[in-house]
RNA sequence: GCCGGAGUAGCUCAGCUGGUAGAGCACUCGCCUUGUAAGCGAAAGGUCGUCGGUUCGAGUCCGACCUCCGGCUCCA
């Protein structure tokens, strides 16, 4: 028979042949390095049999991905396989690769604590298994016998799993045998594929031990996830710690107290105070933000924070949200604390009678809401329960939603494109706690995702992840250690005006039913800033940096010139501190580039005769000596253009 | 909310098996008057997260709670 191989030759091998032996036919040395192969686009056993006719490409340690799952996927196994000897009656549930590396989840005996103070125990048990270059063999077993194995083993969890594989098979196809893999003492019941033996796995180790719910489901048993990852080198191993080092550096919490931006107290969970340089940040993002709604046909308001129950009654927001809410009892009445702009806005809208000639009307607000999010769930900037949003409702026809959904869109990359960046977008459908007539989710669900196609970009489908009242594209951007987190969104809505019995009046004299469109593109200040603190590792384009500049006189005599040079550069607009403490310049430079201030200006004799400064740029070092208005020029133009100087990396 | 870990000076961290707290930096003061990443010296600074327990004695051991960290669930 024949095989295709990758460069589009066709190779001749005996009938039955393995990747193994395709391997083998092209090189000996290839037949060594390979780990797996990929038959007709499908990572499989090197093992495996081969069909007639198939592509077939060999997984080696250069194969990039394919080859860190495999041995990722190795590596699971035989942390299983260690603490299977080293925790006699554990139990074992799955243990799959994962981006960056891979976990196995244990259901420890009562009274066994796992920390990672445990991990050097365990490492050096799994390196027995690695240098015993265990092979991995692969056998089938019929469904009920795979289950009388693991029964006696009192392996419930596997039980679980193939019971729930033979039920939820294809009727078409049912489920009669289940794989298992065996490397030295320890089968797993596994789907594949793996490298031929445990020694393929050049370097690893164990980085976190964390909890996870037994299927993800938070009503049932909480296992104890060991994570770890596993590299073709340990070269590899080195430069992903390495990664993750640098990563830890950039990290918004650290940099926000390093920064002096904000911070936060024991006495309000997940509440930031913004400090005097952070704030400064905040209302550069919020002028931005002001500046581009304006443009765009947005009238900003601002609305109470507290209401009367009765809102959120008709809101929906009492039903589906009032855990996340706060309540507090005034004069016998029950207020909550708003959670969402949208039913504030809804008030302000039906205050008057509105034409058709009105729509769409679109209502901007910086607005405060507050979320009892989960205690465990906080996280610095990008999960709070204090949250500033960049919100807007636009309330329009029918007709009108594509443009005002694809208006919405624009208006979002705008804003990314000044920090550039280029977000992930998911389409969220109808979650199981939601609000609104199966119809008007249809309708609503359509009319996002043609939006999106429309303009062909591509996106994730998010299902059953939408908003109570409707369904919303996300703009989703990673943090410094690759987590996703949510930034904007744009939500179509047609129950709230319904709920509200928001009319317009048309141009046939009738009454009509709104639509509201939510829209946040920032998401919220607290999120956006913790994830722009770390895009830039502190570093900030000169606009939004809170101190722009220093101006750093030499001696205590260069003081009066650095106060008029200061007095100068404030005029033009630039935010400037003086640092006429008595200290060297060496010392004054080093804390101002630890501090990530774009600008030094260095003022001495030299400059006070000329009126010049010595302008360093931070990491760019000395780049000129110039008047102290060329300088302010330069600035100012800077800061106009809202660019990032070269700054971000 | 759940699982695990942690909480010592403003920050970063020491403090062995219980014997009433220590360093560097920062802050304050003094000297130095400085030319592109740390000048020198002195003083000061802590209810050891909170509350309770064990003990002659608790930063150290035990319990509860709070907060933070890593995950899980959740993220409207």
């Known amino acids: ?69 495999l041995v990722r996927h190795d590596a699971a196994h035989v942390l299983a396989t260690a603490v299977m000897e080293l925790y006699p009656g554990v139990k074992i ?53 795979a289950i009388e194995r693991f029964r006696a083993e009192g392996q419930d969890y596997k039980v679980e799993l193939i019971e729930d594989l033979v039920r939820n098979a294809d009727p078409a196809h049912p489920v009669e045998t289940v794989s298992l893999y065996r490397n030295g003492p320890f089968t797993d019941l596994c789907r594949g594929p793996h490298a031929p033996s445990t020694g393929r796995i050049k370097a690893f180790k164990l980085t976190s031990v964390a909890g996870a719910y037994w299927r993800g489901d938070a009503s049932r048993q909480m296992l104890t996830r060991i994570y770890g990852t596993a590299f073709l080198s340990k070269d590899d191993l080195a430069a992903h710690l390495e990664r993750l080092e640098e990563a830890r550096k950039r990290d918004h919490r650290k940099l926000g107290r390093e920064l002096d931006l904000f911070m936060f107290s024991e006495l309000s969970p997940g509440s930031p105070f913004w400090k005097p340089n952070g704030q400064q940040l905040k209302n550069e993002l919020t002028a931005l933000w002001r500046d581009e709604n304006a443009d765009r046909g947005y009238r900003e308001v601002q609305t109470p924070i507290i209401y009367d129950a009765d809102l959120w009654k008709q809101s929906g927001h009492w039903h589906v949200y009032r855990e996340n809410m ?39 607000e910086a607005g405060l809401v507050h979320r009892h999010e989960p205690s465990g769930t ?39 494109d000044v920090f550039g960046f280029e977000p992930r977008l998911e389409l969220s459908t109808r979650p199981e706690k939601r609000v609104g007539s199966e119809e008007m ?34 703009l989703h951007m990673t943090d410094s250690i690759g987590r996703s987190w949510q930034l904007g969104t744009v939500q179509l809505d047609y129950y709230m005006p319904e709920q509200f019995g928001l009319t317009y009046t ?24 913790g994830i722009l603190i770390e895009h830039y590792a502190g570093e900030f384009p000169l606009w939004l940096a809170p101190v722009q500049a220093v101006v750093l006189p030499i001696a205590d005599r260069h003081n009066g010139y650095a106060d008029r040079v200061a007095a100068e550069l404030r005029a033009a607009g630039l935010r400037v501190e003086v640092d006429d403490r ?20 260095v003022v001495g004799d030299q400059e006070a005769d000329d009126g010049t400064v010595s302008v360093r740029r931070h990491r760019a070092g000395d780049i000129a000596t110039e008047p102290v208005a060329t300088f302010a020029e330069r600035a100012t133009a800077e800061v106009a253009a809202r660019t990032d100087g070269g700054s971000a990396r």
């Open 441 to 474: 989710w249809d309708r609503a669900e359509a009319a996002l995702a043609k939006a999106l196609d429309d303009r062909g970009l591509p996106y994730e489908l998010n299902e059953g992840d939408g908003a109570f009242y409707g369904p919303k594209i996300d």
């Open 326 to 364: 706060y309540f507090t009892e005034v004069e016998g009445r029950t207020m909550g604390l708003k959670p969402m702009n949208c039913p504030a806005h809804t008030q302000i809208y039906s205050s008057e009678r509105r034409s058709y000639r009105d729509l769409p009307i679109r209502y901007s």
């Open 506 to 529: 048309g141009a046939d004299n009738a009454e009509h039913r709104p639509v509201m469109i939510h829209r946040a593109l920032m998401g919220s200040f607290e999120r956006f800033i």
């Open 582 to 601: 008595g200290e060297s310049v060496k010392r004054k430079i080093r804390e101002a580039e630890l501090r990530k201030l774009p600008y030094m200006l």
């Open 93 to 145: 549930s799955i243990g799959p690769p994962v981006d960056d590396g891979f976990y196995y989840d244990f259901d420890f005996p009562d009274g066994v604590k796992v920390s990672d103070a445990d991990f050097e125990r365990i490492e050096a048990k799994m390196r027995e298994h690695v240098k015993a270059d265990e092979t991995f063999e692969r056998s089938e077993l019929p469904v009920a016998e």
């Open 1 to 69: 028979m024949t095989v295709q191989l990758p460069d589009e030759t066709a190779l001749e091998v005996p009938d039955g042949a393995s990747g193994l032996d395709v391997a083998r036919a092209i090189g000996e040395g290839l037949a060594r390095a390979a780990l797996g192969i990929r038959v007709d686009g499908e990572l499989r056993d090197l093992a495996a049999p081969v069909p007639d006719g198939a592509r077939v490409e060999i997984v080696t340690a250069r194969s990039g991905d394919d080859a860190l799952w």
């Open 378 to 416: 906080l996280h610095g900037l990008l999960r709070v329960r204090h949250i500033t949003q960049d919100d807007a409702h636009i309330f329009c026809t029918e007709e009108q939603v594509p443009e005002e959904v694809q208006r919405c869109l624009d208006f979002g990359f705008a804003i990314y």
